[in-house]
C-alpha cells in the first residue's frame, strides 16, 4: 500500500475510529488505550525521564488519550509518513490544548529514526494494526527499530487485530470502517492470506498471536481486546509486549 493511500483516507479517519458510533470500534478503542495505559503506568516511575513513541500515530488519538491518562512528566512523539495525518494531528494537539506532545513526518521504517530522540527511557508502540500496513519487506527493520529504540529499560508494546479469529473479527472490525477503506468487495477478506484489501489498492495484513510473539522475541502472554457482541465477549484484538513487566 502505497503512502498516498493514507493521505487519501485521513479526513475519514477519525469518523471511521476515535468517534466511531458503532459500539463494536467504540468499545474495541476504549479496550485498547486501557489496557495501554495500564501497561504504561507499570513501568513509569515519577523519578525517571520516559518517552512514549507512537510508530505510525495517524491523527494522534492514542497520544492524546495517554496524555490524560499518565503522568505530566511523559513526553510524547508521534510518526506518521502522512503528511495530512500529521497535520490533523497537530490542529487536534492545539484544540485540546496538550503539551509536550510532538508528531514528525517520517518513515517509521527509518534505521536512523534514533537520532530524533534523547537518552530518555523510551517506549515505542504500534496500535490498531497498524503494523498490517508496514510492507513485508521492512517489517523486520520496523521491529529492530522498536526493540532498539526500547533497549534494556523500556518496553515495546504493538496492539494487532486477532488473525487466530480472522473471518469472524474481520467483518467486524472493517464493516463499520466502510467509509475509510471506501470498498468492501467479495474476495476482500482473504483468510488464506489473514489480509483484508480491497479492488482500490487497501492492504492490511494480519497475523497470529504466535507470529508477533516471534517478531517480538517475547515469551510474554498477549491481553486478549474483549468486545461484547450479541451478549458474548469476543476477542477481536491483543496487546503485545517484548518482555514480561
Ligand atoms: C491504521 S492507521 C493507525 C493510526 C493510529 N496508530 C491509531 O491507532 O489510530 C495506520 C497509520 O500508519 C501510517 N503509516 C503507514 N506506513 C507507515 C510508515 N512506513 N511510516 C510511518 N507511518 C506509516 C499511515 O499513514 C496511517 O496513519
Not at 502505497?2 to 458503532?22: K, L, Q, T
Request: glycine share 4%; hydrophobic share 35%.
Amino acid at each position: 500500500m502505497d503512502g498516498d493511500a493514507w493521505n487519501d483516507m485521513s479526513s475519514e479517519y477519525d469518523n471511521c475510529v476515535e468517534n466511531n458510533p458503532h459500539h463494536v470500534i467504540s468499545n474495541f478503542i476504549e479496550e485498547e488505550i486501557t489496557i495501554i495505559a495500564n501497561l504504561c503506568k507499570k513501568i513509569i516511575k515519577p523519578d525517571k525521564k520516559y518517552t512514549i513513541i507512537d510508530m505510525g500515530s495517524g491523527t494522534g488519538r492514542v497520544l492524546f488519550s495517554l496524555k490524560k491518562r499518565l503522568d505530566d512528566s511523559v513526553s510524547f512523539y508521534g510518526i506518521d509518513a502522512s503528511e495530512p495525518m500529521i497535520q490533523l494531528s497537530k490542529q487536534k494537539q492545539s484544540k485540546l490544548n496538550l503539551k509536550n506532545i510532538s508528531f514528525l513526518h517520517h518513515d517509521v521504517t527509518d534505521p536512523k529514526i534514533d537520532e530524533f530522540f534523547d537518552d530518555s527511557t523510551k517506549i515505542p508502540m504500534c496500535v490498531y494494526n497498524t503494523i498490517g500496513v508496514i510492507p513485508h519487506q521492512k517489517r523486520q527493520q520496523f521491529f529492530d527499530n522498536m526493540l532498539r529504540l526500547a533497549g534494556q529499560d523500556g518496553f515495546t508494546l504493538i496492539s494487532a487485530f486477532n488473525g487466530d479469529d480472522f473471518a469472524f473479527a474481520a467483518p467486524q472490525i472493517y464493516n463499520p470502517m466502510k467509509s475509510m477503506v471506501k470498498r468492501i468487495d467479495e474476495d476482500s477478506f482473504d483468510e488464506q492470506k489473514l489480509a483484508f484489501r480491497n479492488s482500490l489498492g487497501y492492504y492490511s495484513q494480519w497475523f497470529t498471536k504466535n507470529q508477533i510473539k516471534d517478531l517480538l522475541k517475547s515469551t510474554a502472554d498477549p491481553i486478549p481486546i474483549q468486545v461484547p457482541i450479541n451478549n458474548k465477549a469476543q476477542i477481536l484484538g491483543h496487546v503485545f509486549v517484548d518482555r514480561v513487566l
